[in-house]
């Protein structure tokens, strides 16, 4: 082709077949290394980038675009660079956006600050668990003292005690516990009467409790 024919084929082309017959003389170039065809890529990128100056009309049909490459402002609608001649969609799939390293940075401190957070609150589970519960050693200071006077009664089976709600467990240290509640039941006679007790259980190395004293008294 002339290059008098060569400038009005261009002339005719639109930007965007500048554009698109620049990037497929590219591709060709790379393949074969045919050095005549640079200058007419150089050419049609010239023209593209003489015709596709950015306005302010060109804009308005939706937001601004940028050459994934080298940055120029592309209208919205471009799939070209009119500067580089960089087809926009296809770079863009094979680079997709890098995170920049103060997201990356600002990402491991959040991380890392979580991280500390669950590491807490599992270490304050852990420390919560292994002491021992208030109200579990009471239950099972109660019912070892429970079994132990029911042993002693004159009618086990009519007992009725004062229950975790009515009964005063307090520690005495040294693993002992009190227990100060009543208790129910028939006496010799057929008699219901309630008697005040009063219990002393220490802790067994398995957890579980022994009677060491207990005394009950006719209300």
């Not at 990037?23 to 065809?37: G, I, M, P, W």
């Not at 956006?97 to 589970?125: E, H, N, Q, Y």
Request: hydrophobic fraction near 35%; aromatic fraction near 6%; include cysteine.
């Amino acid at each position: 082709m002339s290059d008098a024919a060569d400038q009005n084929d261009m002339k005719n082309k639109t930007a965007e077949d500048s554009l698109a017959e620049a990037h497929v003389l590219t591709e060709q170039f790379k393949a074969t290394h045919d050095h005549s065809l640079v200058p007419r890529i150089q050419a049609l990128r010239q023209a593209a980038h003489e015709r596709r100056r950015v306005t302010p009309s060109e804009m308005q049909g939706g937001p601004s675009k940028f050459c994934v490459k080298c940055g120029t402002q592309l209208p919205p609608k471009s799939n070209y660079c009119s500067s580089c001649g960089v087809n926009q969609v296809t770079l863009a799939k094979a680079h997709p956006v890098v995170m920049r390293p103060f997201f990356k940075w600002l990402l491991a401190c959040t991380i890392l600050i979580l991280g500390i957070i669950v590491l807490v609150a599992i270490s304050g589970d852990n420390n919560t668990s292994s002491q021992p519960d208030e109200t579990d050693i009471a239950v099972k200071v109660i019912d070892t003292c429970e079994n132990r006077i029911r042993k002693s009664l004159k009618a086990p089976s009519t007992a009725n005690f004062s229950g975790i709600w009515s009964t005063e467990v307090r520690g005495l240290g040294s693993g002992k516990y009190s227990a100060v509640g009543w208790v129910e039941a028939q006496n010799s006679f057929g008699a219901m009467l309630r008697s005040r007790y009063v219990c002393v259980a220490k802790e067994l190395a398995d957890d579980s409790f022994l009677v060491d004293d207990f005394s009950v008294d006719d209300e």
